[in-house]
């Protein structure tokens, strides 16, 4: 009997060259290998010297080839030719689209451009487009963002200077304890898949909050099966309780955040001739600049009819509205669950706590020779952000977050350059000024 064998190639060249991009399937940007062959993408990889994924790539990255290779892609504008709703097109070129659109367009921006509703799908250009919006002269403009996640990036932006996701990821080396809330287990696919890894590996405590239990949330160490929409109710319960136990970062508060600057009677922020929030010194019981040197802000009192923004939120949150037990029939959970997870978060903050020995100065140009972390962590997604409360709901974590003292800190949640970024540099929602 002949010894006959196949001889098969198991890996036959499939690029001519490969170019190096990021992906554009979510807003991860994980770094990709594109192969291209004859002109043609053919193939897409994980690069593994990119810092993102580390050549992770999940399967819509994977799938992003098709936006070159689906028979359904559209190669030249397409014009109704038949009634709405009969799929009836012809195909025209992009000269007769563009004077086509001008045609539409110029009347209304001449007369009333707020009459235009612009929107876009998931196109990855929704600065461009919002931009473009904007030079019309409408304040009407939306994209795929806008119905996704974008309210909870806008609550980060105007409360932090930044938010989750691309903006920033949690310490997962110092991290204790780590709260996901609507997280689905294609939102920030590969970063928090290696990093969920990494805190596995360490033994840090995951607990998932969210309706189901699929995904990120069967892997987590516990499972909170919150009723939809309640996420928020949840969280100012539990600020509620670590108010009212003390566990609150009162020297993180008054050195990074406007917690002690004053509210005057209208509850606007008192200002000095320079335009400068004022807070009440503790040394020399005078109102002064945020940013003076030397400063030893106050917290609570009255002073000349003025408050400090810390009394404020702690009288809020402190009413019995917002005790677990007020709120727990509505989020589907026991009081109990709500009060040992705010004792965990306490636990983890402060029992916790990281200390480094880094000297540093803070922007009053005090110097301090260590740094304190709070090994505690949050990341959320569209699960919060898709009700109408979500705006409110990502700021009720984001304010959790800046109680505790576990923003931009070891062990916490710390931003990627450029942000933060003050909120006075992000633009302001549009209004007619009457």
Sequence with gaps: MSDTRLELDLSPPVADRIEQTTCYMCACRCGINVHIRDGEVSYIEGNRDHPVNKGVLCAKGSAGIMQHKSPARLRAPLKRVGPRGSGEFEEITWDEALDMAAGWLAPVRETAPEKLAFFTGRDQSQSFTG?????????????????????????????????????????????????????????????????????????????????????????????????????????????????????????????????????????????????????????????????????????????????PVFQHLAERYLDPSNAPEAVAERCGLPAATIKRIAAELAHAAFEKQITIDQPWTDFRGQRHETMTGRPVSFHAMRGISAHSNGFQTARALHMLQLLLGSVEVPGGFRFKPPYPKPVSAHPRPHAKVT
Excluded at 151 to 164: D, K, S
Excluded at 205 to 232: F, H, L, Q
Excluded at 291 to 296: E, M, S, T, V
Aim: aromatic share 12%.
């Design 131 to 307: 931009w473009w919006a904007q030079q019309f002269g409408t304040p009407n403009y939306a994209a795929h963002g806008g119905f996704c996640s974008v309210n909870m990036a806008a609550a980060g932006i105007y409360t932090l200077g930044g938010a989750f996701w691309e903006f920033g990821a949690p310490d997962w080396e110092r991290t204790e304890l780590f709260m996901i809330f609507g997280v689905a287990e294609d939102h920030d696919s590969n970063p928090i898949k290696m990093g969920l890894g990494r805190l596995k590996e360490r033994g840090a405590k995951v607990i998932a909050v969210n309706p189901v239990r699929t995904g990120y949330n069967a892997i987590a160490d516990e499972w909170v099966s919150i009723t939809p929409g309640t996420d928020g109710l949840f969280i100012l319960a539990l600020v509620h309780e670590l108010l009212k136990a003390g566990k609150i970062d009162l020297d993180y508060l008054c050195r990074t955040t406007n917690a002690p600057v004053l509210l005057d009677a209208d509850g606007m922020f008192a200002r000095d001739a320079e335009g400068k929030e004022l807070v009440w010194d503790r040394a020399t019981n005078t109102a002064k600049p945020f940013d003076a040197p030397g400063l030893k802000p106050a917290l609570h009192g009255t002073f000349d009819g003025m408050t």
